[in-house]
């Protein structure tokens, strides 16, 4: 029985490492997504339009 119980321990201690695990991994993909999602939007030629239009506003005028 004894021995039963230190493998069911094992077992929960594993399964929450790889839990925390996972969750690091979603957090990882996530941030390597919204860097691709950044650059790909900072790369269109919509953005580069209005960032120099933005450049030549005079905000003194507001």
Do not use: A, H, P, W
Request: proline share 0%.
């Amino acid at each position: 029985m004894r021995v039963f119980v230190q493998d069911i321990n094992e077992r929960v201690c594993r399964e929450e490492q790889l839990r925390r695990q996972l969750e690091e991994l979603s957090i990882e993909i996530g941030q390597e997504q919204q860097k691709e999602d950044v650059i790909s939007l900072t790369s269109s030629d919509y953005f580069q339009q209005v960032q120099k239009e933005v450049v030549g506003i005079n905000l003194d005028d507001f």
